[in-house]
Each structure stands twice: as C-alpha cells, then as structure tokens.
C-alpha cells in the first residue's frame, strides 16, 4: 500500500462518533494509520459493516481475545481497538465481504449497547499525547528502534522498502511505535499490550524490547537454516511448492477480479448510451482505473464517479401518455373541487400535446400547507405516466447543494438535481421543487442563480453539475415548484414561472374532502371498510373544527387516521364488530379536543382590535394591544414586529396625533403618555403594512377610552392623513376569520374588486364592511365610550 495516500488521509479532520458498530477481528491487532484488507463472513459482522456504511463508515476493530471463537461475546474482545474508516467493500461470491479499512485512532469501550442484529458500542476516544520537544533519552529511544529495525531487516526480516522510508521519516515516539509494531508480525496478545500503552515513551520502549529479542531469534533463525539447508527432504520441498503456488494462484485470482470489475463498466458504459461527449470521459476513467492498484484512495474515487455516469438516465425515458380524457380523470379522483387549478394543467398538457419539445413557463403551486401542492404533482405524474421525483429546497444555502462539489473535495458528491435524476430513473420525470420560497435567505454562493439554469429551458440541456463535470440534458423534465408565499421568491426566479394559488379550505370543502378522499384512503390503509366504520356528518364536522386548525387539510388526514387506528385496535381487542362515530362518542376515541371554539373574549375591550393576517400556514387573526401609561410620548413596540410593520405603526400613532381634536383626545396628553403596542402570539412573524388600520384602531381607542367592537376584524394598510389602502392575501384572511368565528370583516374599498373573485359560498354568511378613510374604520370599530379613565 502507498504510503503517501495514508498521510493524505490522515490530514483530514474526521470525527468519531460516540456510538459505533464493533467489528470482531481475529488474529490481528489493528493499529491507528494502518491501511489492511479484512475478510468478513459472520453474519453480526457484516450487518454491522453495512450500518458503518450506512452512516459514516466508520466501524470499531476490537481482536478477539480467542481466535477460535465463532460468536464472541463482549468478554472475548479486548476492551481496546481502533476505530477504522472502511474505504472499500467488495462483496464476495461465497456471500462473504471483502473491506479495506484504515485504522484511525484508538478508543475505549465504555459499554456495549447492542448485539444483535450487529454489535455495537459507546466508546471512548484515546488521545495520546505527542511530546512537543524530546528529550535526549527520548531521541535516542527513537533512534535505538530505527537503528534495530534495519538489523532486523538486514537479518531476513521482511518490511516493504515504502515502509522503511516512512519510518525512517518519523519523529513521533507514538507513532513510531505503532507503526513499527504492526509490521513486526507480533501475536495477537503482544500486539495488543502495545495498543493498549498509552505513554508514547514507555510505548516505544517495549516495541524496542520486543525488536532486540526479534533479532536475537533472527540471528539463530539464521544459523540453524544455514544448517539445514541441505537437508529438506523431497516431501518439504513439495510442501513449500505447493504454499508458493497457492500464493501465486490467489494473487491471479484478484487480477481476475479486476478485470472482471473492468469488463462490467464496460458493459454498463454501453448499456447507458450516454451523449459523445459523456462516453468519452467515462471511457478515460475506465483506463485510469485500469492502471490503478485497485485498493488505493483514488482508484475508490473513480470508481464512485463512474458508477454515478452509468447510472444516470442519459437516454432512458418514460412515454408520454397524452391523453387528455385520461388525465382528467386522474386529476378528479385524486382531488376534490380545484376546478380552476385542474383546468389550468390541463391546458398545459394539451399545448404539451400539440407542441413537442415545449419550452412552456415552469408550474409554481403557492399555497398554505396541506392544501394539495405535493399530492397534485403526484396526479400530474400519474396522469402522464412519469416518473415522480420531489425534492425540498428548503435551507439550502449553498450553492454546492445545487451544483454538487467538484470531485477534488473529500468525499464530494452530486447536486440534488442529478442526485433526483438517478433516483427517477427516466430522465423525463415530474420533478417537483419543494419550498422554493425557502431558499437563499440565509445562503453561502447563490442556490438560487444556480436554479435558475435548471429552470430555463434556453440552458438547461447542458445542465453542469460540478461532481459530473459533463453537461447533463435537463429539456425533458418538467419542473414543478412551490412554495407558501409567492413573495420571498428570489424576482429573477419568479419571473420563469407561472404561479398558481391554492388557497385554503372551508369547513364545508374540507368535510367533501374527508368523505370523498381522506376517510376512504384511511379506512383501506388500517383495513377497515364502511360496513365496519361510519361517521356521521357531524362527527366529522365537529373533528374539523375542535381537533384541527388549519388552512388545508393535514392534520384532518392524520386525525382521521388516528380515528381509524383507534377503531382498528379496538376490533382487534374483540371489543366491538361494528362502529358508528357520531359527535357524542368522538370524545371516546381522540380525546379531548384540542381547540375549543374561539372563546368569545368576554367583553369589548379598550384598545385591543382584531386584525387579519397572511401567513404561510394561510390566514389567521392578531389581536392587537395598545395601552397608555404616564410618561413623556415615548413609543415602545413588542411582539417581534418587522420593519415594515413598525414603520406602520409610527404612521398609524401620528395620524392619531393628528386627528386628536376630532376624536375627542386632549392635545397636550400625548406629550405625558407612553404608548405600548403589542402584537401576542410570537409564533407566526409579523410584517407589513396591513395591520395599519388595526393599530390606528388600537391606538385610537386606547386615548379615547371607546372599546373596540369584539366582533369586527379588520386588514388595511393606513396613511399618515388617514387613508386606507388595498391589501393582498383576501381570500386566505376571509377564509381565516371564518376559521376563527368572525362575521364581519373591515376592508379597504379598492379591495372590493378583489372580493368579487372569491366564491360565493365563502363569502355567504359573512358581512364586509368597506372603508376609504380611517375615519370610516373607527366609525365601525370603535363603541360609544362609558368613559373610564385609565
Ligand atoms: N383538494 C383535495 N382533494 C383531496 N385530497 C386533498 C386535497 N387537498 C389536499 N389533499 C390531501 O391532503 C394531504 C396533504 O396534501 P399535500 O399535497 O401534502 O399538501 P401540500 O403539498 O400543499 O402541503 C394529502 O394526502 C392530499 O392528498
Ligand atoms: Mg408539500
């Protein structure tokens, strides 16, 4: 092995976790910064071989204090190894592995916390201290071994010349020691007592004991073979003949192995058909690998890269089904309602029909959660009868996870897409980009200018990846992304797609949901059918309300499926056949609700107002508080406001000021009061100007002392001279009063156009009050004093 990748290696900083599999290791000591092949045929190990490899390959090598046997148990290892990093595996033919581990550093166990289905254990680094400077005795230590170990050699003691030259190198006692000793052939027991001297010095000074008694037996060695020479016998002679020949046997074995391994990429390299230019860099791999001694650090690279380029879809790719009959109706018995959504694909796959290589706008889903985003992607893919492949953009912030690194790195891999790519297995699927409104806000490089060349269709079909480094053809996939809000989207992104709203569902749409889709999904996974389970209307009704709060329907699927559980256990257990949940017994099976309806707050209150907000769960209600105290026309403002919001709420406080005589507020006591606002329920983050009104009204009535009336809630962003503005997010803030037990609802009036486009059976029970100015505002919200002073 060459011992220049081994100082490479050692270089980088790896670190070893706490809990480890153990591999049992016969007949060997393994030592730090050894590279050795290890055979492995019992069954705990090789499960444990796969879990290292399964997380970072690291795996603990404890000896067997007995080699013969078979199921060691935690007494029959030693309690000290090494930790090795397993840099190949190669499964044998007999169902045995063959790995290459190199040892990293020493460890401990501190207890054994598992033995089946492989052993595994809570370690202990050992660290060894390296002298910073030696003392004479200590060098002279260091030089005694080297000078011994060039004995040993000259008397016939074979060590690889690579070896000798990098110990003649080493200046670490410890190291030195380690090295020299798992060279020497030493038995498993003195091996072991080396490993486990932790004082570099005394450490060396045995090795040194152990080498000058080497010696002494190489020298007789000597003397009593130069004695015998003559005299081995026919059936001796035979005997080393044939051992010579085993050797040379399996030395030929593993050159079939690799030409064996050769001839498969060669065979998987034409089975991929991938573009020219690919082939080529895939085919000049292939030779460097051929060169390479199959074990070293870079042959284990190449061939990791090589595996990815045969892998990749280069020109596999599923038949479009166009059929637009067929895809309606895969549309419809995955979705309820989402009429305009599904009219709007399906216009996309008929211009996909007419117009072959489509350079169309990306699809982009922006929606609350649970409203369908991921599960209509799905039904795109089913309907066309594409591979689905979905990945979530959210908190990248490196471009690197985009691009992937370039193969120079340690341990380097592939961007997401390619990575996505492989898994569909076509290189025409439907790739959906979850949370795409996530990405880039904290970030290291540009993720998203890197997603912007997957997205355009004008420099997607030579796609660079870093890892791959050839151009991958990205034309036939169509990318679908979405995200919760449309704003935080990067503008250049935003530009190449076309964005679809999804809003949330009422009450009303989310019981067809249940019914139509939810509850029959459910009963089949817990294998429960109708004539087994019903819920009434109600029931399910109540379910939505009290055990769910939400814009979509998430929780509601995983509540249903609760129920169904519940049911399920309650049939296995024998105590009941047949089940009809009504609102009554609801209670029985989830417990108590989890949100009462919206306790009414009990009174109108002096400067608290409701407001509507557009989150990323969808919409929602904020109360806000304002109160007065003694003081000297200081603002303070708490509740994790954002700039925007802040700014407003200055603006609202001035045009109160401003209006001061006509509401009925003394000049001069703004001048001797403190004003507080605060914005509870720090969960959801608060900005933007359309909380204005509501702060104003706040304000308003907490220098006024008129209570707000508790059954209004209001959105609109104010002026400084008191006009209302427009403001976005209608539908989802309608729907979130709704949600919330709200009636009446305070807009601006240039939103009324906007009102227009929500249903009707949302807006049926509600009454919307439309306001030019705030004095309009304040005129609805606010009550008749019954003047209390604060
Ligand atoms: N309109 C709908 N009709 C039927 N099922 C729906 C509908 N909307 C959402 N669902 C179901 O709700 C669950 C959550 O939807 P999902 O697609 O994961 O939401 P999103 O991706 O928007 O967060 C899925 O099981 C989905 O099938
Ligand atoms: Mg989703």
Redesign the pocket.
Known sequence: MAEKEKEKDNDKETRIPNIIPVLPVRDIVVFPYMIIPLFVGREVSIKGIEQALSENRMILLLSQKDMSIENPASTDLYAIGTVGMIMRMLKLPDGRVKILVQGIAKAKVKKLVRATPYMEAEIEKIEETKPLLLSIEEEAQIRTVKEQLDKAVSFGKTILPDIMIVIENLDDPGRLADLVASHLGLKTEQAQEILEITDPIIKLKRVSDILSREIELLIVQQKIQSEARGEIDKTQREYFLREQLKAIQKELGDIDERAEEIREFRKKIEDAKMPEKVLKEAEKQLKRLEKMHPDSAEAATIRTYLDWLVELPWSKSTKDNLDIKAATKVLND?????EKVKERILEYLSVRKLKEKMKGPILC?I????????????SIARALGREFIRMSLGGVRDEAEIRGHRRTYVGALPGRIILGMKQAGSNNPVFML?EIDKIGMDYRGDPSSALLEVLDPEQNFAFADHYLSVPFDLTNVMFIT?G?LADTIPGPLRDRMEIIY?SG?TTE?KL??AR???LP?QLEENGLTTKIMTITDEALTLLISQYTREA???N??REIANLCRKIAKRIAEGTGKKFTVIEKNLQGFLGVPKFLPEEEMAHDEVGVSTGLAWTEAGGDIIYIEATTMKGRGNLTLTGQLGDVMKESAQAALSYVRSKARSLGIKEDIFSKTDIHIHVPAGAIPKDGPSAGITIATAIASAFTGQPVNKNIAMTGEVTLRGRVLPIGGLKEKTLGAKRMGIRKIILPKRNKKDLEDIPKYIKDDMEFIFADTMDQVLKAALKTAKKKSS
């Open positions: 995955d979705h309820y309602d989402l889903f929606g609350p959660p649970g409203v369908g985003k991921t599960s209509l992607g799905r979850d979405t919760n999804l569902y749409e067809g949901i139509k889709y939810l999904k979509g329907v998430r509601l699927e």
